[in-house]
Every structure is written in structure tokens, then in C-alpha cells.
């Protein structure tokens, strides 16, 4: 029904930015709040950020708040990740994902992308 697609990962120096790119095909984009999760090796998958169907609502995870920002353009079918002052702890393969409503819970999340791989040097 929907497919998930990320871009814009790779290998940067620790204080750098990023900007990661979520593109939805197959279903209607607006009905979707939207999440970005993380999995570093190792470790579970761990919720980054999400924004409701709209826009209007935000929410992160302590460890990235101040430093991300989550944002959506319906009529690109597009959820973006904005990625300031990077931490080597930040590394970590990013996934996007699609709820019908916005929840930090990665069991609500029907829709998966293939992850897109980010790596912060130090």
C-alpha cells in the first residue's frame, strides 16, 4: 500500500548537519503521521522524532531535541529529518515510517522504509 524510501545519509565529521529525506509512494501521504527511528549496532530501534499528518505537532526523543528537526511537505509526499551538531553516539542506521497517528511507539508504525545509514567521525 505504501512504499518508504530514505536518502541523504553518509559519513560526516562530529558538528556537522544532515539532512535526511523520506519520500512515500503508493498510498495518501496526508493521512499519515510520520516518525523517524533509529537502530544503532546492537541495539534496539529507537524512536528519533514524528510529526503528525499536518504538520502542526512535533515531538522528539531527549537526546536529539534542540539539535533536530522534523518536517513534512504533503504536496512532495516528503517527511525530512534536518540533523544538527552531530554526535558520534548519532551514528546509526535511520529508518522512516508511517502512522496513522503520531506516537513514539515503533509497534504503531505499519510502514517501513529500508533505512538510510548515517555515520558521525570524531
Known amino acids: 500500500q505504501v512504499q518508504l524510501v530514505e536518502s541523504g545519509g553518509g559519513l560526516v565529521q562530529a558538528g556537522a548537519s544532515l539532512r535526511l529525506s523520506c519520500t512515500a509512494s503508493g498510498g495518501s501521504f496526508s493521512n499519515y503521521a510520520m516518525g523517524w527511528f533509529r537502530q544503532a549496532p546492537g541495539n534496539e530501534r529507537k524512536f528519533v522524532a514524528v510529526?503528525?499528518?499536518?504538520?502542526?505537532?512535533?515531538s522528539y526523543a531527549e537526546s536529539v531535541k534542540g539539535r533536530f528537526t522534523i518536517s513534512r511537505d504533503n504536496a512532495k509526499s516528503t517527511v525530512y529529518l534536518q540533523m544538527n551538531s552531530l554526535k558520534g553516539d548519532d551514528t546509526a542506521v535511520y529508518y522512516c515510517a508511517a502512522s496513522g497517528f503520531a506516537t513514539t511507539r515503533d509497534s504503531h508504525y505499519h510502514y517501513w522504509g529500508q533505512g538510510t545509514q548515517v555515520t558521525v567521525s570524531s
Open positions: 510529526i503528525s499528518r499536518t504538520g502542526g505537532t512535533t
